[in-house]
């Protein structure tokens, strides 16, 4: 049971690094676009979310080295 505890703690308080990279962008735009996230409109919130998210995905690429190409663009369905 001890155990148990300790890696439920261990997980919740342990860093993950992509997670972080994403959040990093995630608040660079929304101070960017000056959007308060608990008051913004489901519209704004979807930009922020999709400019966050390919911004994300195409750092990731380049950090990983892999074709850019397979990245999809922003706002594209």
Do not use: G, H
């Amino acid at each position: 049971m001890e155990k148990e505890i300790k890696s439920v703690a261990e997980s919740y308080c342990s860093r993950n690094p992509e997670e972080e990279r994403f959040y990093e962008f995630f608040f660079k735009y929304c101070r960017k676009y000056n959007i308060n996230w608990a008051s913004a409109t489901e519209k704004e919130k979807a930009f922020i979310e999709e400019v966050t998210q390919v911004t994300y995905e195409r750092d990731r690429a380049i950090r990983m080295e892999t074709p850019l190409e397979d990245v999809r663009p922003a706002f594209a369905s």
